[in-house]
């Protein structure tokens, strides 16, 4: 069965901190990895997307890696500020064959940063 | 989020009542795609459609609930006789292709309420 699996499910750091979220996946076949932000009451908003080939990725504060072997993503955030509380998804696709255009989701990870 | 729009924002229903909830895609973006996620849970796959076709809707209920992406129009995702259960946001997202490398942009999404 397909699968992404988050974690922690929620977290609270203070500001400046930073913390690391965990996504595990059974999605096969694996085409590419995503990780969103989706802040309360809005649409996700796209991060990083991840091939098999790459193994770490950054965009700003956000570092992602990824591991295909034993099917593991993180996603790294450093220096947190107040804007990063949010809701961080981890979104495998798939799409080949009859999963064509599938999206996998993750629960999602919820991360509250404290002043 | 690069232009996908959903309308309405939010949408109030009675019991058996209709909810049409429209996607306009990004400008020149052929691929659609629906997700529903309910309170405190994370996004759930429902349909991939391409112009005029449906390619997957392995994630649709089997009654009551429909969707289209006409030639010319918006996508529409159609919820009949809703019930309590169908209260929820409803994400549209939409891809040049169905080329793994895409970014896809969401919407900022439906929330339907039924009462």
């Known amino acids: 069965k397909n699968q992404v699996e988050q974690s922690p499910q929620s977290l609270i750091i203070l500001e400046g901190k930073n913390c690391t979220l965990q996504c595990n996946y059974t999605v096969s076949p694996f085409s590419n990895l995503r990780w969103y932000k989706q802040d309360t009451g809005r649409g996700p908003v796209s991060l990083t997307i991840?091939?098999?080939?790459?193994n770490t990725k950054s965009n700003g504060r956000y570092t992602a890696t990824l591991d295909a072997d034993t099917k593991q993503s993180s996603l790294h955030i450093t220096a947190s500020q107040l804007s990063d509380s949010a809701s961080y998804i981890c979104?495998?696709?798939?799409?080949?064959?009859?999963?064509?255009?599938?999206?996998?989701f993750g629960r999602g990870t919820q991360l509250t940063v404290w002043p | 989020n690069a232009g996908v729009m959903q309308n309405p924002r939010h949408l109030v229903r009675r019991r058996g009542q209709e909810a049409r909830l429209r996607c306009s895609p990004v400008?020149?973006?052929?691929?659609v795609y629906w997700y529903r996620q309910l309170p405190e849970e994370g996004l759930k796959f429902m349909v991939y459609?391409?112009?005029?076709?449906?390619?997957?809707e392995s994630g649709m209920p089997k009654e009551r609930f429909s969707a289209e992406f006409p030639k010319e129009g918006p996508s529409i995702l159609r919820i009949q006789q809703v019930v309590r259960g169908d209260s929820a946001a409803y994400f549209c997202a939409s891809s040049p292709t169905a080329s793994s490398g895409n970014t896809i942009y969401f919407g900022e999404g439906s929330w339907l309420t039924v009462v």
């Open positions: 991840m091939t098999f080939s790459e």
């Open positions: 459609l391409q112009k005029e076709n449906i390619i997957d």
């Open positions: 979104v495998v696709i798939s799409d080949r064959g009859s999963t064509l255009g599938r999206l996998y």
């Open positions: 400008k020149g973006h052929s691929h």
